[in-house]
C-alpha cells in the first residue's frame, strides 16, 4: 500500500477503530502536525479539551517515510476523506494573512478540520515578549529586570510594520519574486543591538526599513492604493503596528533577533550572579563549590526557548483555543 494511499483512508480508518471500542472508550482524535517541534506545542493546544469522552493523539503525516511539512500534512484532507477523528495543525505562515488568495490560504482557512496558529509559526509564540525575562531566569536563575523585552519588541515591531505591509502585499499580489520574505527579512535584522543602548539598533532598523520602502514605491509608483488597502486588511486580521514580530517568518525571528538579544542578556545576568558568588564573604572552597553548583544549573538559551509556554495567555493563543472548542463543540463535527 502507498504511503499516499494509507495517508487518504486514515480518517475512515480512525472513525472505524473508534466505533469498534465501544460507547464507553474514549474517542481517539489524531492530530498531524508539521514536524517534530510541533508536537510539543499542539499538545499545549489540544490537551486542555481531553476528558474522559476523549483523547487527542499529536503525531506527524506519514509513518510510512519521512515526508514532513504543511504540504505533507494538508494532503490528507483533500477530498471527502476527512472526518472528526483526525484534524490537522499547522503553522499559518502568510496563509492567514493571505485570506484566501491562494489554494493553499484557501485550505487552511476553510476546512473545518485544519487549525492554524494564526502568528506565522510556533516559533513566534516561543519568542512572545512578554514572557521572555521568565525564559531568561530560567536560562540564568537570574530575576534582575536588566532588559524590557515587552518595550523593545513594541518598537522594534513599529519599526517593521511599514515594510511588513509590502511584504504582505508582494505575496497577495505575486511580485514576491521582487520583494521576497528573504529580503523582507534582511532588512527586519536590527544588527548591534547591545543592552546598553538597544535604541540604537532601533534607530538603524528604521533606516533600513525607510531606504526599502523609498525602493518600494520607485518600483510600484502607482500601489499607493493597494498598498493603503493591504494595510487596512492586516489591521483588521489583528495585527498591529506593535506585533509586527508575531507575523514575520518564525525561525528568522527566533535565530536571528530574539536568540542572539537572550544571549547578551543571559551573559550578564550569568556574569552578574558569579560576581556575587566571587565576592561573597565566604571561604574559598565555599565559594568554588557554589560556583559549579551555579554553573552546573545553567540552561541552554535556545533549548529554554523551546519549551517556553509563556505565551499561553496571549490573545492569539487563546483565539486558537476557541477554535479547537468550537469544532469539538458542534454536533456535526462530533459524532456521538
Known sequence: MSSKLSDN???????????????????????????????YFWRTVLSR????????????PSKMNLTRGKKSVLM????????????????????????????????????PYVFHTYVYAIENYQCYAPSLHEVCVAV?????????????????????????????????????????LTDFNRVADPGGFTIQNPEASIEHLRRKVKTKVHELQRQFPNNKDGYLKVKTDVLALGVTPQTTYLYMQGHHLFDTVVAPI??????????????????????????????????????????????????????????VQEDINRFLSSPSKTPE
Not at 78 to 105: F, H, K, N, W
Not at 275 to 283: K, V
Request: charged share 30%; aromatic share 14%; glycine share 4%.
Open 262 to 319: 537572550l544571549t547578551k542578556v543571559c551573559n550578564q545576568l550569568r556574569q552578574e550572579r558569579q560576581n556575587e558568588i566571587y565576592y561573597a564573604q565566604a571561604h574559598r572552597t565555599q565559594k568554588r563549590n557554589e560556583m559549579s553548583c551555579y554553573e552546573n544549573s545553567l540552561q541552554d538559551i535556545k533549548v529554554m526557548l523551546k519549551k517556553n509556554t509563556g505565551y499561553q495567555q496571549s490573545k492569539r493563543f487563546l483565539q
Open 140 to 180: 540564568t536563575l537570574n530575576d534582575h529586570r536588566i532588559f524590557d523585552f515587552q518595550e523593545y519588541f513594541r518598537q522594534y515591531s513599529e519599526a517593521c510594520f511599514p515594510l511588513f505591509v509590502w511584504s504582505v502585499w508582494a505575496y497577495r499580489t505575486g511580485h514576491h519574486g521582487r520583494f521576497s
Open 9 to 39: 483512508i486514515n480518517s475512515r480508518y480512525f472513525e472505524a477503530a473508534n466505533a469498534l471500542r465501544g460507547k464507553r472508550a474514549r474517542r481517539r482524535i489524531v492530530a498531524y502536525v508539521e514536524s517534530y517541534d510541533d508536537i
Open 49 to 60: 479539551f481531553e476528558d474522559d469522552k476523549r483523547y487527542f493523539e499529536v503525531m506527524l
Open 76 to 111: 490528507n484532507f483533500l477530498g471527502d476523506q476527512v472526518g472528526p477523528d483526525m484534524i490537522a495543525c499547522v503553522d499559518a505562515d502568510y496563509d492567514y494573512l493571505l485570506q484566501g488568495v491562494t489554494e493553499q490560504s484557501r485550505r487552511v482557512l476553510q476546512s
